[in-house]
Every structure is written in structure tokens, then in C-alpha cells.
């Protein structure tokens, strides 16, 4: 059973909270765009997650924001979905495959929608999802407000999503829940000769059963020579005695995003993942004590990359030990080498070991919430060297 949808006014407060960035960066708007895999941004300020077709959210500094999507389809889900009220539909929002409409409905562009919520062209006008942000998209935004400049906006969005509020917490916790389950489940088939996808259907068909909308990323299980990849898919590989497993699995739950993630072996496993598997336990249980409230995000980068070092792994590694996450599966935070923010009280993280030697890799991956004075895991099982 799914809890009730956020009320309309935990929308409100995001964007009334977007708008005080915006003021105080002296931006006149911010233009979001969405699609059904990047669905985070739209998604998040207006609870509308769409597909076939795409998305686009105006947010003034002042007054009404507008949600744009393509073709009478869209409207009408829009309309159901979405935690505002001010829908309009945008041609070119709509699936590249549209068909010819029976039902007429008016159509608008950016230049209408501006010409009805601003008193004067606006001059500075934020992008989030600037690096996705489409070409034909940009070309009609700069017709609407021709001379303004545009900027990258993502960090404004951030600084709004960063700190979850109460009313957000049931949702993320119930992601968890579902992904640690599935996690289980996928544990209980497991064993030598059973296909790769085969378990990972296990874990994505028990997270739907108990009431996951998606997935925040494909889910997958590798062995063997895959695992040296950071990202994968399951195969119709047969999963060994003796070699190195990675199980991966996320729920999507009303627009939160769960992980874990868990490397283990049917008996021994050879002597380098052997060894990257207890220097993953390490690098989790110095990750598990260094976040907390009040410390700076590159201080515990250092931590964990002196950890690398003393094992010779720093050459293979990615980024840092952690990332922010919540509507999106990675939502900015970083704990990186020069990250300079610091850690606050609600902040949403997934602690991201990922490991490799260059021939064998692992991942484990467990999300963590922080509180006034250190931080509430969200997920644990078999937090451990699992050698079954």
C-alpha cells in the first residue's frame, strides 16, 4: 500500500522557497526542463512525472509558475498529477512520433506564457538540467525574451532541495525499505548456475509487489570479469562458485529514490576481490562515522582517498565516498575532493564505495540521512564481507 500524495502545499513551499534564490541571485526566472528518466526537477517542484511526452517548468521570481507539456495526452495527466495549477501545452514538448490530434487544444510557446506572467522582458533567466537542456527548446526561450542572459541554475535547485523537510521523510524511508528487500529476496535465489537476470528480475519484481512506481536506475547483477565496470546490465551469464557477484537495486517510490548495493561470493572468491571486498567494509565504516553534521564535505573526501592511497587504489578510483540523493538517484552533494559545503542536519546521502584494482571492481551502497548530532541509516543489511 502507497502512502497518500504530498499535499499541494509542500509544492508551494518549494517553489515560494526557489523564488527567494532567485531574488536573492537577481534572477528574473528559472526554466526547468524534465523528461520521464530526468523527471527530478519538474517533478519535484510540481509532483508531475511524465512520459511519452516531455516537460518544462517557468518559475518567475515573482507571481504564478507554469507547467508545460505536449499534446492533449499530457494536459490532461498534468492536470491530475500536478501540485500547481497553471498548465499549458508546448508543441515541442511533445514524443518525436505524434500523431495528428483530433481534439484541438490552443498551443503556446514560451513567448506567450512570458508575455502573460511578466510585466517587462525578463533579463537574467536561470536553466536547470542545463547540460540536457534541448537545442530547439533554448532557441524558442531566447525568441521569448530576446537580449536576456541565461545561466546555469542547477545549484539554485539544489540549494532548495538539499535540506528534505518532514513531510519528505515517510517517502524516502519507504524507498529504502522496499530496495533493502529486494535486496533480500534477490539473496534468498541466489545461488551457483542461476542466470544474472534472472536474479535480478527477484529483486525488481518484489519491489513493484510491494509498491515501488520504478526504478531510479536500471537494477542489475554482474560476476566475474563485469564487475570491473562501475555501471552495467544483467546478462544471460550464469553466476559461479569462486568469482565475485554485484547486486545492485533501486526503488522509485512516489518520486524517492532508494539504493543498496552489495558485492559477495559463493565460497572463496579470488584473493584481489577478496581483498578490495574488506577494504570496501573499511572505507563504508569510516564513511558511516565521518558524515555528520557540521563537517565539511571535502574534509571526509580526505579520509576516504588517504584510505585509497594506503592501498594503492587511488589510481582507479571515481569520485568520493558519498553523494546527496532524493527525486533523482544522484542529487548534487558530492563528497569530493573540493567540495566546501557543509554538512547539514537532513541531508540525504548514499554512502558509494566503489572500489577497483582495474581488473575487478565492487560497489557498496547504503543510504544514510543525517540528524542534529550524526546521522540515521536507512538501509544496513549485511553491511559485512558476504561470502556465502
Keep these: 500500500m502507497r502512502l497518500e500524495k504530498l499535499p499541494d502545499s509542500e509544492y508551494a513551499g518549494r517553489i515560494n522557497r526557489l523564488q527567494g534564490q532567485l531574488r ?26 511524465p ?3 516531455f516537460t518544462s517548468l517557468i518559475v518567475p521570481a515573482q507571481g504564478e509558475a507554469v507547467l508545460l507539456t505536449g499534446g492533449p495526452e499530457s494536459f490532461d495527466f498534468a492536470q491530475r498529477d500536478s501540485g500547481i495549477a497553471n498548465i499549458r501545452i508546448h508543441p515541442l514538448l511533445v514524443e518525436t512520433s505524434a ?5 484541438s487544444e490552443s498551443e503556446e510557446n514560451y513567448s506567450t506564457v512570458f508575455r502573460d506572467i511578466f510585466s517587462r522582458t525578463p533579463r537574467k533567466i536561470g536553466i536547470s538540467n542545463w547540460n540536457i537542456f534541448p537545442r530547439i527548446l533554448f532557441d524558442d526561450l531566447k525568441n521569448a525574451a530576446p537580449g536576456a542572459s541565461f545561466v546555469p541554475a542547477d545549484q539554485l535547485v539544489l540549494n532548495v532541495q538539499n535540506i528534505k523537510t518532514q513531510a519528505e521523510i515517510p517517502y524516502i524511508e519507504k524507498a529504502y525499505e522496499i530496495s533493502e528487500k529486494a535486496m533480500i529476496k534477490a539473496f534468498e535465489a541466489a545461488r551457483p548456475g542461476k542466470k544474472e537476470w534472472e536474479l535480478e528480475a527477484v529483486g525488481t519484481s518484489t519491489m513493484l509487489l510491494l509498491g515501488a512506481e520504478g526504478f531510479p536506475y536500471p537494477s542489475w547483477v554482474c560476476s566475474g570479469d563485469d564487475t570491473r565496470l562501475s555501471l552495467c546490465r544483467s546478462t544471460g551469464k550464469a553466476i559461479n562458485k569462486n568469482e565475485l557477484v554485484q547486486f545492485s537495486f533501486g526503488a522509485k517510490y512516489m518520486g524517492y529514490c532508494g539504493n543498496i548495493c552489495r558485492p559477495f561470493s559463493f565460497g572463496r572468491p579470488p584473493e584481489n576481490a577478496h581483498r578490495l571486498m574488506n577494504i570496501g567494509m573499511e572505507a563504508v565504516e569510516y564513511a558511516l562515522g565521518a558524515i555528520k553534521p557540521g563537517v565539511r564535505a571535502s574534509k571526509v ?13 587511488e589510481e582507479f578510483a571515481l569520485y568520493g565516498p558519498a553523494h546527496g540523493t532524493g527525486n533523482s538517484e544522484v542529487e548534487g552533494l558530492w563528497l569530493s575532493r573540493n567540495a566546501e559545503f557543509m ?3 537532513n541531508m540525504l546521502f548514499n554512502i558509494d564505495i566503489w572500489l577497483s ?15 542534529e548530532d550524526g546521522i540515521k541509516e536507512l538501509t544496513s543489511y549485511r553491511r559485512e564481507v558476504i561470502i556465502l
Design 343 to 345: 554538512i547539514q542536519p
Design 99 to 103: 500523431p495528428e490530434w483530433i481534439r
Design 301 to 313: 573526501f580526505k579520509g576516504y582517498y588517504d584510505i585509497l592511497s594506503r592501498y594503492n587504489l
Design 357 to 371: 584494482d582495474g581488473k575487478t571492481g565492487l560497489r557498496y551502497e547504503d543510504g544514510i540521512m543525517t540528524t
Design 51 to 53: 512520459f511519452f511526452d
Design 24 to 49: 536573492d541571485n537577481g534572477l528574473d526566472a528559472l526554466v526547468a526542463y524534465s523528461s520521464e528518466c530526468e523527471s527530478g526537477v519538474v517533478r519535484y517542484f510540481t509532483g508531475f512525472w
